[in-house]
């Protein structure tokens, strides 16, 4: 049996939101519980999907003024994330929850819904979106793509450009500018001191509080970025190794 259960404040504990389930007492994850609980009072939505009892993959989504993705719009649904693991993978449980989260923009009398993707990782890439009547409408560096999917001809969302600029303000050792949305930034934040540190490079860790910081990060990504030496660095968790061979790279 397939079920979509929507998370709220009174299921939370319960139904946790998909990732990291195995390690409900982290760090990462109890920040992630935090920072739900107060984006849920923002109209924020987690939709889980179950089959047969055990979830198979989760979207989530907030409306467009409150995102925490580098992007300014209004009267639409942006989506934060969308993902199906494991055995979950090529049933369709994916336009599923597409279309639960299609369906209510569209009860809502929203304008759209939109969604930062990337052609690189961590991102979902556009093609799925694409084959449900989404279009991409801007790119933003490295790899981001804005894309919607129109229910009227309203102004759509855009990027807020000035990612350059914005990096380059962070010009001493390593600044990671990160929220609390994702539980697996914490362990990719240590890497990234444990790596500065053995290379002697100084680090600023900077917490993102609220949707208006994030939408003004110096990624489309919104909440998580790492800047080393006024350049842009990556948007998502890195390996011990990958890291090291972007630094190296950026140190020729």
């Given amino acids: 049996m397939i079920n979509i259960v929507e998370v709220n404040n009174e299921n939370i504990e319960e139904k946790g939101f998909f990732c990291m389930r195995s390690k409900p007492k982290s760090r990462g994850y109890q920040n992630k519980l935090s920072w739900l609980k107060e984006r849920l009072e923002e109209g924020l939505k987690l939709k889980i999907l179950e089959e047969n009892g055990y979830p198979r993959g989760f979207i989530e989504y907030v409306p467009s003024e409150y ?28 336009t599923k929850l597409l279309h639960s989260c299609l369906d209510d923009a569209m009860l809502k009398n929203k304008s759209g819904v939109a969604m930062v993707t990337s052609s690189e990782t961590w991102l979902a890439e556009k093609s799925f979106f694409m084959k449900h009547g989404f279009e991409s409408i801007d790119q933003a560096p490295p790899s981001f793509e804005l894309i919607v999917k129109r229910f009227n001809n309203d102004p759509v969302p855009q990027f807020n450009h000035g990612w350059e600029e914005r990096s380059k303000q962070y010009k001493d050792g390593i600044t990671i500018i990160r929220a609390n949305q994702c539980p ?37 990504y919104g909440v998580f970025n790492v800047i080393f030496n006024g350049s842009f660095l990556t948007y998502h968790p890195l390996s011990k190794r990958e890291l090291i061979k972007k630094l190296d790279l950026l140190q020729v």
């Fill in 184 to 220: 697996y930034f914490e362990e990719a934040v240590k890497t990234i001191v444990e790596v500065a540190n053995e290379r002697g490079i100084k680090t600023n860790i900077i917490l993102l509080e609220n949707h208006k910081e994030a939408q003004n990060a110096p990624s489309a």
């Fill in 67 to 94: 995102t925490w993705r580098g992007i300014t719009g209004n009267n639409y649904i942006v989506i934060h994330c969308l993902w199906i693991v494991g055995k979950g993978k090529d049933k369709g449980y994916g």
